[in-house]
C-alpha cells in the first residue's frame, strides 16, 4: 500500500521569506512523487515531480522539492515567498513497482500556505 | 487543446435525484480517473479507466458508477443523489509509454450540493 503524509494542515510565512511545505510517504518501493498546486475554485496544477536521478527537482514557478530517500521525504521549497504563491499544495506519490497499470496516485490531506504580506 | 473538460460546473440536486458529471480530454490519453475531494481529506479516488470500454473502482466506490464508452470521454454517474455525496468532483487523465509520465491533469471541477 501507498501513503502520503502532509503533517502541517497550514503554513504561515511572511513574502520574501523561504518557504517549506512538508511530505513523508509510504511505499513498498521505489517511488514516483509529485506535487500540485489548487488556487481557490480551480482544479489542482502540476508543479513538479521526482523519477528517477537528481535528488533535487524544480518546478514551475520557482518552486523545488527535495527527494530524501532515507527519510522517506519530499519537501516542497521556494527561496522567496510571493503573496501570489498562497494557495493549497498537495503532494502525492505511486509506488513504482505497483502491480497493474493504473498508475494511481495517493494524495495528501493538502497544506495551505498563506504568505503574508 | 482544452486538456481537461468538465461539465457542469454546479449543480444542487436533491436527495434521490441522479445525474452524470462528464468528463472530456483531448490528450489522446488512456487512463481516466474520478476523484472526490472534501476538506481534510485530500483527493480520495472513486473510479478510473485504463482504456476505452474499461472501468474500476477506487477507493470510494459506493453510490456511483462510470462508463468510458469513448476514449476521450469519462461519465461519473449518480443514480440516487444522497447529502454524503455533497464534494467537489474532480476528472484527471494521463498516458504515455515512457518512464515519467504518469502526470495527471486535471479538470476545473464540479461543485456538488445535494439538499
Known amino acids: 500500500a501507498q501513503s502520503v503524509a502532509q503533517p502541517e494542515d497550514q503554513v504561515n510565512v511572511a513574502e520574501g521569506n523561504p518557504l517549506t511545505v512538508k511530505c513523508t510517504y509510504s511505499?513498498?518501493?521505489?517511488?514516483?512523487l509529485f506535487w500540485y498546486v489548487q488556487y481557490p475554485n480551480r482544479g489542482l496544477q502540476f508543479l513538479l515531480k521526482y523519477i528517477t536521478g537528481d535528488n533535487l527537482v524544480k518546478g514551475s514557478y520557482g518552486f523545488e522539492a527535495e527527494f530524501n530517500k532515507s527519510q522517506t521525504s519530499f519537501h516542497l521549497k521556494k527561496p522567496s515567498a510571493l503573496v501570489s504563491d498562497s494557495a493549497l499544495y498537495f503532494c502525492?506519490?505511486?509506488?513504482?513497482?505497483?502491480?497493474?497499470?493504473?498508475?494511481?496516485?495517493?494524495f495528501g490531506s493538502g497544506t495551505q500556505l498563506t504568505v503574508l504580506p | 487543446n482544452a486538456g481537461v473538460t468538465q461539465t457542469p460546473k454546479f449543480r444542487v440536486l436533491k436527495t434521490g435525484q441522479s445525474m452524470t458529471l462528464l468528463c472530456a480530454q483531448d490528450m489522446n490519453h488512456e487512463y481516466m480517473y474520478w476523484y472526490r475531494q472534501d476538506p481534510g481529506m485530500g483527493l480520495r479516488l472513486i473510479h478510473y479507466s485504463v482504456g476505452e470500454g474499461t472501468t474500476a473502482k477506487g477507493e470510494v466506490p459506493d453510490g456511483y458508477n462510470v462508463s468510458r464508452l469513448k476514449k476521450q470521454n469519462f461519465l461519473l454517474g449518480l443514480e440516487s443523489a444522497a447529502p454524503s455525496q455533497t464534494s467537489v468532483y474532480f476528472c484527471a487523465s494521463t498516458g504515455g509509454q515512457g518512464i515519467g509520465t504518469d502526470t495527471q491533469y486535471f479538470g476545473p471541477g464540479t461543485r456538488l450540493t445535494v439538499l
Open positions: 502525492a506519490v505511486r509506488d513504482r513497482g505497483s502491480s497493474g497499470s493504473a498508475r494511481q496516485l495517493t
Open positions: 511505499v513498498s518501493g521505489n517511488p514516483y
